[in-house]
Every structure is written in structure tokens, then in C-alpha cells.
């Protein structure tokens, strides 16, 4: 990143560094979870706003991992202390929403802070992830991805396939996935956040419900119906796979990503933000494309949901903070700087400004596979398959389904047992969470 | 054990205990009294309603295999450490006994690991193990082992035991070599002439008396294993697969901190303040033996 | 014993062998801290040391930690050095004491007093971290070093090893002290300390790695960047979400990081042996 140009447009944007010189400025604390690369694009932000104006202060502090940050946010609320800014990953989001009082919402915030704020500026699926149900913005995405498919074009070549070819379907990445293992390739494919890009993912890109009242948007009482026969032919498809490795688990979050950057593994079905990751790391070529679907399965594919992290405003803070973060929150949506952050990290960009600028810029011309992830995304409209999950303790579900896919994996279980197991202990735990909050 | 020269005063000795108390009851027993509370109730996250459920979490708690299996993980786990930390180094301190030269040096360096983080001590591990770029997890891989801790439970369990027995090999070596040296070389020449053999002396004579010693430790080992292992497994393999290396602290930790459990977290925070409890029991019994008899 | 004649070679090769296994994930790191990340990622790795050692340290020490932590490798050693130092020195500081009033006194509720003090031995902060961290809160201690050091300071194993120290005390010493006039407060300044100085050191050892590695309080509790400490460093050097580790780098710095416990360590060993096991005797 310039600061440079961040600079420049700061100040284009309006910020007046007039009068304030010789006060002390008022600190922002912002709390993230952000590692390696990430956390030096965070740390280069604040230091361009800081040095934009000086009426206020972005302080970044890391916290640990997103569970990790989530919970040292949660535990300051509840002593009366905290950040003003808490980074809290996607599935978060429920327990935050569910929390009234203890957040301030951001629609609010800006329109208080004076600033101008038009939620309509935001990607439709971006926006409507963090809003409520009638269409009031509550937290700021800063950090926005989806799954997508990499594919290791000299493995390709090695295995005798066409590099420029990538599986379009479930049925073709098995059969690719065999080829490379035919071919000595260690690993066909592998898939980083397991529940994320096999249970969340694939049933909304199948439209296929992951739990009942539109996947909890449309109340508490949601339940989970992930252990339906479409989705249990996949994992049982994958578990199969497992044993001859034409598939291969590489771990929970995104450990598997190693396995695509040293070339063990010939696809790998993760983040779109692991673009930079494997743009560094790998010394071979590669290409994105969108995730297989079933061609049995109607409507498939629909579209694929968000992940990533949005920055939430605590309650309790003085009006002069509130006016920080809402300049800061300004800042942070101006074209050129997520045009930057999109362009540099492989997060999406989350506003139709950034799209439409970096469109413009000739930049997916340049780069066809960084659009992807935007188009798939965005491919149909969303039906209330594909909307996003708004599921209290869904950390912990996420968990759980881990560890019954494991055991699937390892053939301990079958594929049906292990889904309807983890369904059954999910179950609990939403019922828990709806209890808490009623 | 009671001294016979005591000074007087009452006042004197609570000022002397004063800083203390002071610190133990604030950080201590107050948030142990807190997590008392916290486990009879149940709160959201943020704390913005509360309400009283009695025993409704521990109850919760013993109905839930999870937690049963993470008790005898916990089990199996503290035992394999304490003797995969105990058996290699009174090995090697029978040998550094024997030899006159470098003794120093392999002590130096055998207690190294002791002096590094278990958050970092997880990290080598991780790294020499892991299946994809680890050293040894690739090298296995080679030859035909099916090495994959991420979805083998017992490869897994088998690693975070290595890496936690790992870093008390030079503990316990020091005060094996020490207590094998304060064993009257008179005794063992004694037996030597009457025909004894090595291991038969070994076993007779040595072993006998290094058993306060070794009781000491095996204590200390697995007070350690149960309750300073944190790190590594946080490191290692997060208590995947499935629940196969949840050792109990890591859940009270994870159900508080990644689940928000509160409630549930701190009546597991009690369960272990009462195992707490009952080890401090054994382990002050023993102590106070061991001053007498020692 | 035995230290020449035939099989003398079993006790070193043993020794040999059990170093060469204890020191080989040291070993691992040292090599990777001089490799290139495509080198480490190309598995396996080899296993002699790579032409980027200085690179990479240079790296790590100048810049490393820059753009992850916002703090240079040296501010965090540092940052680390006073917790260490501040929870190692407090924790001898208030043991000392109440070691001393518990063996040289007798007073009313002194068995709870002993026991209320052993109770914490064994309980890791990170079991009781939600409570602590609000009595912390309630006492404006957050993100301060009091707040970073005193609840970690709440730990009996020191006072203990100077209880049993005490016990070993000769009675004949504390009585001519008696005879000489010296009251409790003399004889605990003047022959008692100096009487404890080996075992003073060898805790001091074992305190100061124990401070020097703790991770998840001062993650907590700490809220300005410049607290941060390296072992919190290297954890964030790691990436955890979408983020590429930088393996050398990591293992470079986590070579740093672990240099000035093992250097107390190596120093005082003398004293870390004889202070420990002595009292045992």
C-alpha cells in the first residue's frame, strides 16, 4: 500500500488537520485479529489515518485469534472497559446482533457523527450479511471473502490434463482428483475450513437449506437440516475419496492452504483471500475458478456466501470517540483504499465504487481469475439458501462439525451418523444460545 | 514437621504474611468465588441478563460425553507424559552418573527445552510433524507410514504427549542425576564385591533409594501434564481430532473463551478446583513425609 | 564407578543419543531460521544449514515484527524482560516472608493461612482468566504493569520451596541468635536471607521462565501495542486466518525469543541444581 496516495485522498475526502494541532488526540481503540501480512496492512492503515489528520487516533491492537479477539472484546464490555472498534469474524455475528446494548449499531453511529453513510454504496450481498432484517446496517464489513476453487496448473500438465481446464462439477473434480493421484500426485484435492467450504458453501450453492427459518434469519428458533441426502452423498463421496487421498483433509481452518502452496495437493477449494498467500508462496502457476456443483442437484448453482470479518462499534463511548470512528469508518470505505485492500490482499472489494474503479482500472483484464469470486457471489440473486448464516454459537458448531467430519474421514463413522450427530449436538447448542437470549 | 526455636508475636508474623494474602485473595479467591457464582448461573455473553439455574450446568456437564471423554483423555494424556518424562531421563542420569568426563555439558544442554515457552514448544513440534512440510511428518510419510495427526486420533494424542514430555526430560533428568548422586558410592562397591550384578544392584540397591525422588517427580509431572500443557495442545492440534487430545483445561477454556459458555465453563473451572484441591491434599501428605523421614 | 574399561563408550553414546533426540527440534529450527520459505515448503527440508542465517536475522531483528506487531523484535524482548523480571522478583519478595512467618511463628489460623497460600499452587491462570481479568477491570489495573504482573505474582510453589528450606534450618542458629538479643526481624534480614541466597537464585530461574512465557494474560490484559510481548510477537508472525507464515522469519525470532531464558538459565544452572534439589535432602 502508498500511503502516499492514501494520504491524498484523505485529504480529498475532507479531513481538516485545522485547530486541533495542538490538542492530544483522542485515542480509537481498534482490536483485530489480523496475522502476517494482514496485520501489516491493518498497522499501514491506521498509521495513513493517523497521519491524514490530527484530531484523532487509530490505535490497532492485536488480540489473539478472531475467537481469541472476540472474547477479549466480550470480556472488557462485561468489566466496563473495551475497544471502540472490535473485529469479529463472520460467524460472530449472530451472538453480536443478539446483543443489544452493548454494541452501537453503525447505521447510527454515522448518522449521529454527521457522516455521510449510504448503505446502498455496499455490495447487496456484502450488506445484506450485516444487517437486520429491515435493512439497518449494524457493523462496517472490512475484511469480505468467498470460497473459490485454485487449481495447480503444472500439476495439470504433469497428470497429463489440460492446465487450462478446471473441473466445473463434483463428479469432474473427483475424476481430475483421481488422474493427479494416478499420475504420483500426493493429494488431488484438499479443502481449508472445512465446514465452511463443504457444509456452509456447498448448501448454499446448492440452495439447499443449512438450517430451517432461512438459515436463522428469520428467527432464533432456527434449527440445523445439513444432514439431508444431497450433503450426505458428498461427505460420504468425500470420505471415499479420503482413502485413496483423491481428496485429502489438511485441518479445521486454514492449515490445508500449505498443502496447495508446496504443490502436495493439485486443488484446493478455500478462501478467495488466500490469493496473496499463494501468489507468494507458490513457485508454480495457478488458476482460480468458481466451486463444483452437483449437475443432479436443481438450481445448482445459486450463489456462494461471504466470509470473513466486519468491524463492530462497542457502546458506552463518548461522542468525541463515536465522531472518530465514524471519520475512520469514512476513511476506510473510500474507493481508492478498498480498491487497494482488494487489489493487495484478495479481500473483496465492498463497495460498487471499488468494483466498478477496479473494473475500470483493467485490472481483472489483467487478472480474469480475481473477479471470480465477486461474480459467484453475485451470479444469481439470493434465496433464503444463500443469503448467509445468522446461527448463534455458530463457533462452536463449526467445531463440532469438524470433528464429526473427522471422524467420517477416518472412517470411524459413516456419513450419515456423523452428520446427524453433529446436527443433534448443534441442535443443543442453538437451543442453548436461543435460551440465553429470550 | 514443627520447628522447636520459634519466635513470638502475632502481629509480626500477619504483616509478614500480609502481601501474600493479599495478593492470593484478590487474584485468587475472589475470582474463584466469582467463577463460583457464575457457575449456578446462566448469562449471555455480555453479560446483559442473568439468571439462576442451580445445578442445571453441572448436571449439564456430567451428562455430556464430551466432557466424560475429555476426563479420561485428560487421564490417559497426564500418565503417558509423566512416564515418557520419566523413564528417558532417569535413564540418562544413570548413564551421566557413570561418566566422569562432560557431565557438565550434557547437563547444560539436556535441560534446555525446560527453558522454552510451551507456546513455542508447540510451534517446533507443529513444524517438525506436520504431514505436508514437517521434517519428520514427510519423512514418515515417505516411508509408508500413513502419518496424518490431523485425522489419526492416537498419531495426534501421540504428538501433543511427545511435546509436553518433551520439555520436562531436563527437569526431571537434574534431579534424578542429583539424587543418584547423593547415594553413598560405599553401598553400591559393597554389593559390587559381594557379586552383584549391574542391573541386580541397579534395581536393589539404586531404584530403592531414588524412590522418594521418583515419587516426587511423578507428582510433579503430572500436576504438570494436567495443568501447564495448555500451550502445547493449543498449538498442536487445537484438541482435534474430534476431541481426542481435549485434555480438561483446554475445555474450560474453550467452552468459556471460543464458546461463551460462561456458565458452563466455570462449573468446570469448580470441578478442577476440587481435583486442584485434592492433589494439593496427596502432594502436602507427601511433602510433609518426606521432611521427616527424608 | 565404573568410568573406564570396557563398555565405558555405552554411558556417552546413551548420552549422545538422548541429546541427539532432545536438541534435534532446536536443531530443526536453527536450520530453518537459515533457509528460504519455498526452501521449507519444498518438503522435506534439508537438514544443513541454508545460506540466508544472517538474512534472515537481520530481517527478524530490524524489521520482522514491524508490519505484524506494529513493535521491533527488541522493544518486545524487552517488554518481556520487565514482566519476567517484575513477576520473578515479586513472587520472591512476598514468599520470602510468609515462608518465614509460617516456619518461625505461631499464631492463631496459621494452618489456613499455609493452606489458603498452597491451594494456588496448581490452578493456571488460564482456568480462572474470565473472573480474574474482571477484578483486574474493577481495580483500574488493566493494561497496566501491576495488572500484567500481580495475578500472575498469586502463587505458592516459591513459598513453599523456602518452607521447606527454613525447616532445615539448625535450631542452634536461631537460638544463639535468641541469646544475642536479635529480635525476628534481625535474624530474617541477617541470617536467613543470606542463608536462602542459593535457593533465591534457583527460584529466580525457574520464575523468570515462567513470566517469560506466559501468553494469553498479557494478551488480554494488555491493550497498548507498546506492552506487547515477543511471545504474543511470534504468535501473531503466524498466520492464523488468511494470512502466509513466514517460516524462517518465525523460527529466527523464536530462536531470539528463547535465548534469554535459556541464558539465565545457563548462568545460574549451578544454583538452579543445588537451590532445587538441596532442600529435598
Known sequence: MKPVILAATAAAVGFSAIGAASAEPTAVQWWHAMTAANAAVVNQIADDFNAAQSEYKIVPVFKGTYAETMNAGIAAYRAGKGP?????????????????????????????????????????????????????????????????????????????????????????????????????????????????????????????????????????????????????????????????????????????EGKFVSGECGMIQTSSAAYGIFKNGAKFEFGTTELPYYPDVPGAPQNSIIGGASLWVMAGKTPLEYKGVAKFFTFLSQTALQQKLHEVTGYLPITKAAYDATKESGFYAKHPGREIPILQMTAKPPTENSRGLRLGNLVQIRDIIAQDLEAVFAGKEDAQAGLDDAVKRGNALLAQFQAKIQ | MERRVIFSGRLFPILLLTPQLIVTIVFFFWPAAQALRQSVERQDAFGLSTEFVGAANFAGIFADPAYLASVEVSFVFSVAVAVLALMPSLLLAVMADRVVRGANLYKTLLVLPYAIAPAIAGVLWLFLFNPSFGIVGSLLRRVGIDWNYLLDARQALLLVILAAAWKQIGYNFLFFLAGLQAIPKSLIEAAALDGASASRRFWRIVFPLLAPTSFFLLVVNIVYAFFDTFGVIQNVTQGGPGQATQILVYKVWYDGVAGLDLGGSAAQSVILMAIVIALTAIQFRFVERRVHYG | MAGSGRGAWIPHATLLAGLALVLFPIYVAFVASSLSLGDILAAPMTLAPGPHLFANFREALVSGTLGTSGQGVARMMANSLVMAMLIAIGKI???????????????????????????????????????TYKVAADLKLIDTHAGLVLP?????????????????????????????????????????????????????????????????WPLLVTDSPGMTTIVIGIRQMIGTGDAQTAWPLVMATALLAILPPVVVMLTMQRWFVAGLIEPEK
Not at chain 1, 109 to 121: I, P, T, V, W, Y
Not at chain 1, 142 to 168: E, H, Q
Not at chain 3, 101 to 118: G, K, S, T
Not at chain 3, 171 to 183: H, I, T, V
Open chain 3, 93 to 131: 519478595v512476598i514468599s520470602l516472608p510468609s515462608a518465614y512467618a509460617v516456619v518461625f511463628f505461631r499464631f492463631p489460623l496459621r494452618r489456613l493461612c499455609f493452606w489458603a497460600i498452597f491451594v494456588t499452587l496448581m490452578l493456571p491462570v488460564e482456568v480462572r482468566i474470565i473472573p
Open chain 1, 84 to 256: 471502540d472498534i472490535l473485529q469479529i469474524f463472520e460467524v460472530g455475528t449472530a451472538t453480536m446482533m443478539a446483543a443489544r446494548g452493548a454494541v452501537m449499531p453503525v447505521y447510527r453511529l454515522m448518522k449521529e457523527a454527521g457522516e455521510a453513510f449510504d448503505r446502498n454504496a455496499y455490495l447487496p450481498a456484502v450488506t445484506g450479511y450485516y444487517s437486520t432484517a429491515d435493512g439497518k446496517m449494524l457493523s462496517l464489513p472490512f475484511n469480505s471473502s468467498t470460497a473459490i476453487v485454485y487449481w495447480n496448473k503444472d500439476l495439470f500438465k504433469k497428470a497429463g490434463l489440460d492446465p487450462d481446464r478446471p473441473p466445473k462439477t463434483w463428479p469432474e473434480t473427483f475424476a481430475i482428483a483421481a488422474k493427479l493421484r494416478t499420475a504420483g500426485v500426493p493429494c488431488g484435492f484438499t479443502a481449508a475450513w472445512i465446514s465452511w467450504t463443504q457444509l456452509e458453501q456447498f448448501s448454499a450453492w446448492h440452495n439447499l437449506p443449512f438450517a430451517s427459518k432461512a438459515d436463522g434469519f428469520d428467527g432464533p428458533d432456527a434449527r440445523l437440516e445439513f444432514n439431508n441426502p444431497t450433503v450426505v452423498r458428498h461427505i460420504a463421496k468425500l470420505a471415499a475419496a479420503e482413502k485413496d487421498r483423491s481428496f485429502d483433509y489438511g485441518g479445521r481452518t486454514s492449515e490445508p
Open chain 3, 152 to 216: 500472575l505474582v498469586a502463587s505458592a510453589t516459591a513459598t513453599l520451596l523456602f518452607r521447606q528450606f527454613f525447616l532445615t534450618i539448625p535450631d542452634e542458629l536461631a537460638e544463639a541468635a535468641k541469646l544475642d538479643g536479635a529480635g525476628p526481624w534481625r535474624f530474617f534480614i541477617w541470617i536467613v536471607i543470606p542463608l536462602s541466597r542459593t535457593n533465591i537464585a534457583a527460584l529466580f530461574v525457574i520464575l523468570f521462565i515462567y513470566g517469560w512465557n506466559q501468553y494469553l
